[in-house]
């Protein structure tokens, strides 16, 4: 390996959690009752919990984002995503949009965050 691709590499790393779906395996009992599509899109940025990881994802408990958007602006926001310097953006992280998800996959999300506490 020659140090170009190394440097790469090691750069590409923080990145890789929110790349590949979490595994379905890998369950507290929050993700024992998560839809399915939370698991595969969610989960590795936002956490088994919804507790959100550092400097990947906020926390979909405790959120007032979360609680004081409709199921329709937050089905909106899921599919359009927020770049980091958006105004809006409160932690200054990507949110990336998952517009290629169904409507039944991002209306089982919106229900699992209603149901956090």
Request: aromatic content about 6%.
């Amino acid at each position: 390996m020659n140090r170009t691709t190394f440097l790469v590499g090691v750069t590409a790393l923080p990145l890789l959690p929110c790349l590949a779906p979490a595994d379905a395996n890998s369950g507290s009992s929050r993700t024992a009752h998560a839809p399915q599509a939370y698991i595969d899109y969610c989960a590795a940025c936002h956490g088994d919990d919804a507790k959100g990881l550092k400097d990947l994802g906020a926390d979909l408990v405790t959120s007032a984002f979360v609680k004081r958007q409709t199921d329709a602006e937050l089905t909106d926001f899921m599919k359009m995503g927020r770049h980091p310097d958006s105004p809006d953006s409160t932690m200054k992280l990507l949110m990336p949009a998952f517009d290629y998800l169904t409507d039944e996959e991002l209306a089982q999300i919106v229900a699992f965050m209603r149901g956090l506490k």
